[in-house]
């Protein structure tokens, strides 16, 4: 066969590139926390994977509300005094100032300090840095406002432990400062007058883990329990530390586990007129089933009636018990995190902070539209990363190992959302940039388990201006003039720590179930694992082997779809949804699957399946057949049609040929994953064996030939 008509397989192009990850499965150690937990060996297992393998540490997590949590004042060494602060500035009616930042972790904190400190009758305001003018935390022009406005103690959320020059600004106009901040630390600290950052902790303690809005959730109710007012705050401020630590993507383990779990339980009968808002909006989406942040034709007038009748309030929302923290993630975190990249963080605060139903519902309406506009805004920019990436950049990935995409006028407060996705697309590190002026670009990276993005961006300093993150994430600029400096500089240190083998998207998987134990009973005992987020992940399993028997393209190129399990003679059957899939589309009639399970509430009836997060060829798939010293023929019947087939030798290879009526033959080459379809090798095109109706028809021209083979030898 010539060179250019060989088979070539089409894994990379018809399916995800990913690399499936599968936990060891310990079914002995399953078995001994059974005798505890009273949860089925595949609960027991999710215990085990994620380090809760003793009966003590899985009774604990099953029952966070049994960790036994020390008194915040004798972890954090400031606590007390900036209790002090806050109480003197309180009582002498002191003017004081927060300064928050403008994600979701940011506006959460802002408003639970400001709603707190309202309540205790302080003299507060806020002002938040601009995303597009300023960048990221508190600043000498912010510092110097305050100042000029009287205000005598500045409060820090989710931003203060790098700055040091504001602060001592500040120290300099003789303004008290109060830092709470999370993130890492500088070598150097700033000369507040009392700092809280959960990093200064022990790593042992169980505040460790906190988001900024959970610093300010401390402070807020150490303050309560010194004024005598806990009781008064201790539930609204509990809603908003769970909206804020889900949204900001906290570790949902230790502390954070136990309040989340609380704050859940709260939500969905909130005090807050904001939060309520906002699960109105989603609740309205949800029943349209049109994709986040799309309301379809409710408006504010419509919404209101619904908050005034209580009936119809409780139709609209979809688990009066417990939101989950994907309601959050996927519903809520959106609409607020797209005011703080493309709008104005002062909506999101007065949302948080009114008390007015309608200014709140009109507040929420802007989230709503503003979610709308990121969305689009993501979309479009997408598409050219993508059309830019396929044609300049692909070819040579697996010699850059990561990839840098610039352009002009894209939003860089979405920018960080695309760069997730082009990582999840391609499975490299991901660089991507707009430019803020003409001289100027600004950017946000993404990285893989195996890349440290932080440690990427020190490699290239020297050509770097101002940058910063972790090891996942980061944010940089850079000079334009030096682009393919940093171009090559982080293509030289992705080579450095990247093999070729990490070129694709991680998926772990927790355990392998099949179709049959699905169930009701076991979802039920999955939902003793939530809150899931960051560090406690949803279950993820996987399925050998499935037929998918029905498959289609619905909504924005999402793939619908039934797949099918055959065990001990029996066919089950479930139905599943692929997001975003439409290139994979159709998918091969028999493949493994992984996914995590999803409740589908509709018309009255809740079911269970399946959302797939990986599709792979099984590894007993592959057609394979062999030449018997001679060539061997038949012919069979399929669909009414009458087709011959015969396996014959082709160099080293086996070749299985199959005529129709047509007199069109079919070519496979054992092993191989395409075959060639045509009257002659000339003329024949590329097919997909593994697509209908080709898969089928081979496998009944070999069970044909099987029995020809088993008489004649």
């Given at each position: 066969?010539p060179?250019?008509l060989?088979?070539k397989?089409?894994?990379?192009?018809?399916?995800?590139?990913?690399?499936?990850?599968?936990?060891?499965?310990?079914?002995?150690?399953?078995?001994?926390?059974?005798?505890?937990?009273n949860?089925?060996?595949?609960?027991?297992?999710?215990l085990?994977n994620?380090?809760?393998?003793?009966?003590?540490?899985?009774?604990?997590?099953l029952?966070?509300?049994?960790?036994?949590?020390?008194?915040?004042l004798?972890?954090?060494?400031?606590?007390?005094?900036?209790?002090?602060l806050?109480q003197?500035?309180?009582?002498?009616?002191?003017k004081?100032?927060?300064?928050?930042d403008?994600?979701?972790?940011?506006?959460?904190?802002?408003?639970?300090?400001?709603?707190?400190?309202?309540?205790?009758?302080?003299?507060?305001?806020?002002?938040?840095?601009?995303?597009m003018?300023e960048?990221?935390?508190?600043?000498?022009?912010?510092?110097?406002?305050?100042?000029?406005?009287?205000?005598?103690?500045?409060?820090?959320v989710?931003?203060?432990?790098?700055?040091?020059?504001?602060?001592?600004?500040?120290?300099?106009?003789?303004?008290?400062?109060?830092?709470?901040?999370?993130?890492?630390?500088p070598?150097?600290?700033?000369?507040?007058d009392?700092?809280?950052?959960?990093k200064l902790?022990?790593?042992?303690?169980v505040?460790?883990?906190?988001?900024?809005?959970?610093?300010?959730?401390?402070?807020?109710?150490?303050?309560?329990?010194?004024?005598?007012?806990s009781?008064?705050?201790?539930?609204t401020?509990?809603?908003?530390f769970?909206?804020?630590?889900?949204?900001?993507?906290?570790?949902?383990?230790?502390?954070?586990?136990?309040?989340?779990?609380?704050?859940?339980?709260l939500?969905?009968?909130?005090?807050?007129a904001?939060?309520?808002?906002?699960?109105?909006?989603?609740?309205?989406?949800?029943?349209?089933?049109?994709?986040?942040?799309?309301?379809?034709?409710?408006?504010?007038?419509?919404?209101a009636?619904v908050?005034n009748?209580?009936n119809?309030?409780?139709?609209?929302?979809?688990?009066?018990?417990?939101?989950?923290?994907?309601?959050?993630?996927f519903?809520?975190?959106?609409?607020?995190?797209?005011?703080?990249?493309?709008?104005?963080?002062?909506i999101?605060?007065?949302?948080?902070?009114?008390?007015?139903?309608?200014?709140?519902?009109?507040?929420?309406?802007?989230?709503?539209?503003?979610?709308?506009?990121?969305?689009?805004?993501?979309?479009?920019?997408?598409?050219?990363?993508?059309?830019?990436?396929?044609t300049?950049?692909v070819?040579s990935?697996?010699?850059?190992?990561?990839?840098?995409v610039?352009?002009?006028?894209w939003h860089?407060?979405?920018?960080?959302?695309v760069?997730?996705?082009?990582v999840?697309?391609?499975?490299?590190?991901?660089?991507?940039?707009?430019?803020?002026?003409d001289?100027?670009?600004?950017?946000?990276?993404?990285g893989?388990?195996e890349?440290?993005?932080?440690e990427?961006?020190?490699?290239c300093?020297?050509?770097?201006g101002?940058?910063?993150?972790?090891?996942?994430?980061?944010?940089?600029?850079?000079?334009?003039e030096n682009?393919?400096?940093?171009?090559?500089?982080?293509?030289?240190?992705a080579?450095?720590?990247?093999?070729?083998?990490?070129?694709?998207?991680?998926?772990?998987?927790?355990?392998?179930a099949?179709?049959?134990?699905?169930?009701?009973?076991?979802?039920?005992?999955?939902?003793?694992?939530?809150?899931?987020?960051?560090?406690?992940?949803?279950?993820?399993?996987?399925?050998?082997?499935?037929?998918?028997?029905?498959?289609?393209?619905?909504?924005?190129?999402?793939i619908?779809?039934?797949?099918?399990?055959?065990?001990?003679?029996q066919?089950?059957?479930?139905?599943?949804?692929?997001?975003?899939w439409?290139?994979?589309?159709?998918l091969?009639?028999?493949v493994?699957?992984?996914?995590?399970l999803?409740?589908?509430?509709?018309?009255?009836n809740?079911?269970?399946?399946?959302?797939?997060?990986?599709?792979r060829f099984?590894?007993?798939?592959?057609?394979?057949?062999?030449?018997?010293?001679?060539?061997?023929?038949?012919?069979?019947?399929?669909?009414?049609?009458?087709y011959?087939?015969g396996?014959?030798?082709?160099?080293?290879?086996?070749e299985?040929?199959?005529?129709?009526?047509?007199?069109?033959?079919?070519?496979?080459?054992?092993g191989?994953?395409i075959?060639?379809l045509?009257?002659?090798?000339?003329?024949?095109?590329?097919?997909?064996?593994?697509?209908?109706?080709?898969?089928?028809?081979?496998?009944?021209?070999?069970?044909?030939?099987?029995?020809?083979?088993?008489?004649?030898?």
């Amino acid at each position: 066969m010539p060179d250019e008509l060989k088979p070539k397989s089409p894994r990379g192009q018809r399916l995800p590139k990913q690399r499936w990850q599968i936990y060891p499965q310990n079914p002995e150690l399953a078995q001994k926390l059974g005798m505890v937990t009273n949860m089925s060996p595949l609960i027991n297992q999710l215990l085990i994977n994620r380090g809760f393998d003793s009966p003590e540490t899985a009774q604990i997590f099953l029952h966070p509300q049994s960790l036994n949590l020390p008194e915040p004042l004798d972890e954090f060494p400031d606590l007390a005094i900036s209790v002090e602060l806050l109480q003197n500035a309180i009582s002498s009616q002191e003017k004081i100032a927060i300064c928050g930042d403008y994600d979701a972790d940011g506006m959460t904190s802002t408003a639970l300090l400001l709603r707190s400190l309202r309540a205790f009758g302080a003299d507060v305001d806020y002002a938040i840095p601009s995303r597009m003018h300023e960048g990221y935390g508190i600043n000498k022009r912010i510092i110097e406002e305050f100042h000029d406005e009287g205000v005598g103690l500045i409060l820090t959320v989710d931003n203060g432990i790098s700055a040091f020059e504001p602060i001592a600004r500040a120290k300099e106009l003789g303004l008290k400062t109060i830092i709470t901040d999370h993130h890492d630390l500088p070598q150097q600290l700033p000369p507040a007058d009392a700092i809280l950052n959960p990093k200064l902790l022990p790593t042992t303690s169980v505040y460790r883990g906190v988001a900024g809005v959970g610093v300010a959730y401390i402070l807020a109710m150490s303050l309560a329990q010194q004024l005598g007012r806990s009781e008064e705050i201790s539930d609204t401020m509990l809603e908003l530390f769970a909206l804020g630590t889900i949204a900001d993507l906290a570790p949902l383990v230790g502390v954070n586990r136990t309040w989340v779990k609380r704050g859940l339980r709260l939500l969905p009968k909130s005090k807050i007129a904001g939060i309520q808002a906002l699960i109105q909006m989603a609740g309205v989406q949800a029943l349209g089933s049109k994709g986040d942040g799309e309301m379809g034709s409710k408006g504010v007038e419509e919404v209101a009636q619904v908050f005034n009748n209580s009936n119809n309030q409780k139709s609209k929302i979809k688990n009066q018990k417990s939101l989950k923290p994907d309601d959050i993630g996927f519903r809520l975190g959106p609409r607020i995190n797209a005011i703080g990249r493309i709008g104005d963080p002062q909506i999101v605060i007065e949302l948080l902070t009114t008390d007015d139903m309608g200014i709140a519902l009109e507040r929420a309406m802007q989230c709503e539209d503003t979610n709308a506009r990121r969305r689009e805004m993501c979309e479009q920019i997408e598409k050219q990363a993508i059309e830019l990436v396929e044609t300049e950049y692909v070819a040579s990935l697996k010699d850059d190992r990561v990839l840098v995409v610039v352009q002009p006028n894209w939003h860089h407060g979405v920018i960080g959302i695309v760069a997730s996705r082009l990582v999840e697309r391609y499975g490299v590190p991901v660089f991507i940039g707009t430019n803020e002026d003409d001289k100027h670009i600004r950017g946000s990276a993404r990285g893989i388990p195996e890349f440290n993005v932080f440690e990427a961006l020190q490699y290239c300093d020297e050509s770097l201006g101002k940058y910063g993150g972790h090891k996942a994430a980061g944010g940089f600029s850079l000079p334009v003039e030096n682009l393919e400096t940093v171009r090559q500089c982080l293509s030289e240190f992705a080579n450095q720590c990247l093999e070729l083998q990490h070129l694709k998207p991680l998926l772990k998987i927790d355990a392998l179930a099949n179709i049959d134990e699905i169930d009701r009973e076991l979802y039920q005992q999955i939902s003793a694992l939530e809150p899931c987020g960051i560090d406690n992940p949803n279950p993820v399993f996987w399925t050998p082997s499935v037929k998918v028997i029905e498959q289609q393209i619905v909504g924005k190129g999402h793939i619908k779809l039934t797949v099918a399990q055959i065990i001990d003679g029996q066919q089950y059957k479930i139905k599943g949804i692929a997001w975003r899939w439409r290139d994979y589309f159709p998918l091969p009639p028999l493949v493994d699957i992984a996914y995590k399970l999803k409740e589908n509430n509709f018309n009255g009836n809740t079911n269970i399946e399946l959302e797939l997060l990986g599709v792979r060829f099984p590894n007993d798939s592959k057609i394979n057949f062999t030449y018997k010293n001679k060539p061997v023929r038949t012919t069979f019947t399929y669909g009414d049609r009458q087709y011959i087939c015969g396996i014959y030798q082709n160099g080293d290879l086996a070749e299985l040929r199959i005529k129709s009526p047509e007199e069109k033959v079919l070519v496979v080459q054992s092993g191989y994953d395409i075959g060639l379809l045509g009257v002659n090798r000339e003329e024949a095109e590329n097919v997909d064996i593994y697509q209908p109706p080709y898969y089928d028809i081979i496998q009944a021209a070999l069970k044909a030939l099987e029995s020809v083979i088993n008489h004649e030898f």
